[in-house]
């Protein structure tokens, strides 16, 4: 039995955030996680301009859930810093505010690091007979290449993106403590860190399914996304030593 810190970045989620915390909560009362005691739902707020905190404030009475607020929008990988820097579990589980991925899908997770993993990351392009995955069209091309770009950088694994990760606690807190990319780009850097390292890292095919009203938008973070992989090939980041 672990321990597991829930990380949930969020920007501008008042909506979908309420129903992913409702599935957080049924998992568990339902007893259908069974390897794990939830300790922590840390949502990270990216300076929202919507009622995201006042959602998430809700819950408090039926999740053990704590508030970590950025005062203004700096970006996903800034908020899951953020958040990863308050978790006091054994496990950290990296997941976005949409849900995309059912939570009973950390179980699979949580078999490879019973396994020896360091890490554990959910996979929407591996395995599809294993795998349940409904996204559109124009995502799966942008997955692609954007994998396609960034393959250099982390051999061997096919999805960095996927929004579902667990890691072991003591290892996070090095990883996100030594980023330096803030927005969508940081999966890359984490993961190219970690195998830099060399930590165990496993990737394991997952259900997953496109939530309407994405974040991500086509033209602007395709421009950011190369951008960051430029500079993450050019070695211009510096990483802090432990």
């Known amino acids: 039995m672990y321990t597991l810190s829930i990380i949930i970045p969020a920007f501008n989620e008042q909506d979908r955030l309420p129903v992913t915390l409702a599935g957080i909560k049924a ?3 339902a007893g259908e996680m069974p390897g794990l005691t939830l300790s922590q739902v840390i949502v990270a707020d990216d300076g929202s301009s ?10 408090q009475d039926r999740l053990p859930i704590e508030i970590v607020q950025l005062t203004k929008n700096t970006g996903k990988g800034a908020a899951v810093r953020a958040g990863m820097a308050r978790v006091t579990s054994e496990l950290a589980l990296m997941y976005d505010a949409d849900g995309a991925a059912p939570i009973t899908e950390v179980n699979k997770l949580l078999k490879a690091m019973d396994g020896g993993a360091d890490i554990a990351i959910g996979s929407r392009v591996m395995d ?3 795998s349940l995955v409904t996204m559109r069209w124009h995502r799966r091309i ?5 994998h396609f770009l960034g393959s250099a950088l982390v051999p061997g694994i096919r999805d960095t993106a996927c929004g579902c990760k667990l890691f072991r606690a003591e290892i996070a807190k090095f990883l996100f403590e030594s980023q330096r990319v803030d927005r969508f ?5 984490i993961l190219a860190l970690a195998l830099r390292r060399n930590y165990k890292v496993a ?3 997952l259900a997953w399914t496109a939530v309407p009203e994405s974040k991500v938008r086509i033209v602007r973070d395709g421009i950011e996304m190369l951008w960051c992989l430029i500079v993450l090939y050019s070695g211009s980041f510096r990483h802090r030593s432990r």
């Open 185 to 189: 780009a940081f999966d890359i850097e």
């Open 128 to 130: 599809h007979e294993k």
């Open 27 to 29: 998992a568990w009362d």
């Open 50 to 59: 919507d009622g995201t905190v006042a959602a998430a404030a809700l819950w």
């Open 203 to 205: 990737e394991i095919p």
């Open 142 to 146: 942008i997955g692609r290449v954007y």
